[in-house]
DNA sequence: TATTGTTATACTCTATAACTATA
DNA sequence: TATAGTTATAGAGTATAACAATA
């Protein structure tokens, strides 16, 4: 018998789906970012520009790659980031069809700013949850992840 | 020391932020569903046939209330679930303004038919992370959207 | 006054297919 | 031939605000 937190309604085998249980902790979890961040920054281009801060220089097709984001979605997400001059396209040594992808101070000063916010966010997660909890939650959820990563790819 | 399992790079910090994870894993998730079901039926849709399934009779307020989705939402789910003929809406016993959704025929035929496929699904889950770590996982996550579904809350 | 369902509208996120320029 | 980036396009998914009918 599991019941929903928030109704009290008998949810059934629903509420025992890994599948299901994860689009609704992600619909939260978006809406508290939203909530955290006051707009100022999509979570899409947040999670690219905490990457471009880690791996200075990457190209576009990396960024996609590690964020499991097609090409062209990642085009969207970039122009986004150089309209608002957090980053920068810049040259990219040894292949003229690339770029590399850079913050700019503004850029890192959001990132500052931000990081703030939303690790206050992350805190609140340990606090209430417990820092073990917490720590256990986010290996399972990297297990899950390499298990299913190959389930969706295109042959 | 965190790399991406796909790309080997280093994603720092980024990488340790159950946000940001939970998301990949979402983007994933989905993908594999949509490899599984064949795109006969989209997720959002997919979850509220099961709660109906379980709760034949709710309201729309209901529905919307316990998938976390708003009430404007949850009229054009209701809206394809209909067109499609998987569902009815039906007047709802003491309140004249609200319909009471049922599945049909149809539309529990398509359930049974998913449900081997879905569960197949949750059981490949299994059978690679393990029961006793895919337990845990669904507990975390449902803690975890204890926590955090006051956050995004209006008001 | 409050709630149920609805509409109109808009914005975000994502992908596919076809293109160009380079490799 | 293959890859990097781009464009055009399309389709989900979601929410806000205003409205009519009913409570």
New interface residues.
């Given amino acids: 018998m599991s019941q ?4 009290g ?28 961040s006051q707009l100022k920054v999509s ?1 899409g281009l947040y ?1 690219v520009l ?2 471009i ?3 200075p220089g ?1 190209k576009q097709t ?1 960024l996609a ?5 097609d090409r062209s979605t990642m085009v969207g997400i970039i122009d986004q980031g150089e309209q608002r001059q957090w980053l920068q396209r810049l040259p990219y040594a040894g292949d003229r069809r690339a770029h590399a992808i850079h913050l700019t101070k503004k850029g890192e000063a959001l990132l500052d700013d931000m990081q703030q916010s ?1 690790s206050q ?2 805190q ?2 340990c606090d ?2 417990g820092q073990k ?2 720590d ?3 290996g ?10 190959p ?2 790819d295109k042959v």
């Fill in positions: 929903d937190t928030l109704t309604l008998e949810l059934g085998e629903l509420a025992n789906m890994v599948g299901v249980e994860l689009r609704i902790c992600q619909i939260l979890a978006e809406r508290a970012f939203a909530e955290t979570p999670m905490s990457v801060q880690q791996n990457l990396d790659r590690c964020t499991r984001l939303v966010l992350e609140r997660i209430e949850l909890k917490r256990q939650l986010l399972l959820i990297k297990e899950l992840q390499a298990v299913i990563a389930w969706g």
